[in-house]
């Protein structure tokens, strides 16, 4: 039997940044798209957007606090 192959598993993604401190833009009010947001604003909402596994572990890896955070 074949193995499946799924375009989520192979897709390129954005490689998150190093720290925190590296992200900076708006903590509250309405915004269009594409954005910037405030680190530690991202760790308070971090459980609540859908992600694709490989980018939420992307991030995890790179950032630890967002893991706690989940």
């Not at 009010?29 to 490989?54: C, K, M, N, S």
Request: glycine share 8%; aromatic share 8%.
């Amino acid at each position: 039997m074949p193995v499946q192959r799924h375009y989520v598993d192979h897709r390129r993604y954005a490689e998150p940044p190093a720290r925190l401190a590296d992200l900076a833009g708006p903590t509250s009010g309405q915004v269009g798209l594409p954005v910037t947001i405030d680190g530690e604003a991202l760790v308070e909402v971090w459980g609540r957007p859908f992600l694709p596994r490989r980018v939420r572990d992307m991030w995890e890896s790179r950032l630890p606090s967002f893991v706690s955070a989940a």
